[in-house]
């Protein structure tokens, strides 16, 4: 249901899909066992500008793997992936409050 949602909204330019969007649909795939449906998906979520969070990326290549399916990922998503995951952290870093007695 949720994928069809997503098309749906697509389909009628109903905003722009992002990771809230994404994130549900990669999970209960993974959990289903549906791991390179789900990788497709996260695919689609980096070629529309956005990068998945740490889990959510580790949690596909590890279902990947355990599937013998590791042939699928692409060096050049993964490369963008994890280049945008450490840019997150560092950001977060650099604006992390700081408490004060």
Sequence with gaps: KAI???RSMQGINHGMPTTSSYTPIIHAL????????????LIELVGRGSIPREYTY??????????????L????ICGKIEGGIVTRYKQ??????????
């Design 73 to 76: 990922l692409d060096e050049r």
């Design 58 to 71: 580790k949690l596909v290549c590890g279902g990947l793997y355990s599937q013998g399916k590791a042939d």
């Design 92 to 101: 977060k870093i650099k604006v992390k409050p700081v408490m004060s007695r």
């Design 30 to 41: 993974c959990e289903s066992g549906r791991v390179a449906e789900a990788w497709e998906f």
């Design 4 to 6: 069809e949602m997503l």
